[in-house]
T-cell receptor, first 115, second 116 residues
Framework: DSGVTQTPKHLITATGQRVTLRCSPR?????VYWYQQSLDQGLQFLIQ???????AKGNILERFSAQQFPDLHSELNLSSLELGDSALYFC??????????????FGNGTRLTVT | AQSVTQPDIHITVSEGASLELRCNYS??????LFWYVQSPGQGLQLLLK??????LVQGIKGFEAEFKRSQSSFNLRKPSVHWSDAAEYFC??????????????FGAGTILRVKS
């Protein structure tokens, strides 16, 4: 158990809809990362938040947004969903103290199916 | 272009045989290096990491990896594979430099099959 909790585990929705994925990081971790895993694109970095602020941005679509709350949990919002958004979405967390790198610890993911 | 390459999509080994999974990266400076394993329906579990120092690093489950700067490689090895090692293995790098934050760039993964 990595200590990173993601809910829900599975999500099935229709095209055009909006969903919210939730992540609770490990206790003490200040950074949250979101990744998308699909068969054709592999594991793609979406966005990182550190202590409530956006730190780095990757291949995140404009239809997607995220935020990190004061209690450090994070939500990834996906809107105007398309069939191609079907994927496994992972959240990861790390300590990321200033000047110190630390490994990422991943949750078990949310499997999104858009029909 | 900056990239992480895992040249083998699938590898099949016999139980008890040795294993080596290859990983090459293309970055300007030596990045931080990781290997993760993903079992079906599961998240990614950290096997080992290299930040600096000894170029041979030990990880969990009997795995080790060797960083070779001259070859820009970070290959994963295990002397004797167990059936429970069947999974998908990902090499990842965190590029050096503040501008990257701590995000990881992943290779495409290698699926390991173990035959009895």
């Amino acid at each position: 158990d990595s200590g990173v909790t993601q809910t829900p585990k599975h999500l099935i929705t229709a095209t055009g809809q909006r969903v919210t994925l939730r992540c609770s990081p490990r206790s003490g971790d200040l950074s949250v990362y979101w990744y998308q895993q699909s068969l054709d694109q592999g594991l793609q970095f979406l966005i990182q938040y550190y202590n409530g602020e956006e730190r780095a941005k990757g291949n995140i679509l404009e239809r997607f947004s995220a935020q990190q709350f004061p209690d450090l949990h994070s939500e990834l919002n996906l809107s105007s969903l398309e069939l191609g958004d079907s994927a496994l979405y992972f959240c990861a967390s790390s300590v990321d103290a200033p000047g110190r790198r630390s490994p990422l610890h991943f949750g078990n993911g949310t499997r999104l199916t858009v029909t | 272009a900056q990239s992480v390459t895992q040249p083998d999509i699938h590898i099949t080994v016999s139980e008890g045989a040795s294993l080596e999974l290859r990983c090459n990266y293309s970055y300007g400076a030596t990045p931080y290096l990781f290997w993760y394993v993903q079992s079906p329906g599961q998240g990614l579990q950290l096997l080992l990491k290299y930040f600096s120092g000894d170029t041979l690093v030990q990880g969990i489950k009997g795995f080790e990896a060797e960083f070779k700067r001259s070859q820009s490689s970070f290959n994963l090895r295990k002397p004797s594979v167990h059936w429970s090692d069947a999974a998908e293995y990902f090499c990842a790098v965190a590029p050096a430099g503040v501008e990257y934050g701590n995000k990881l760039v992943f290779g495409a993964g290698t699926i390991l099959r173990v035959k009895s």
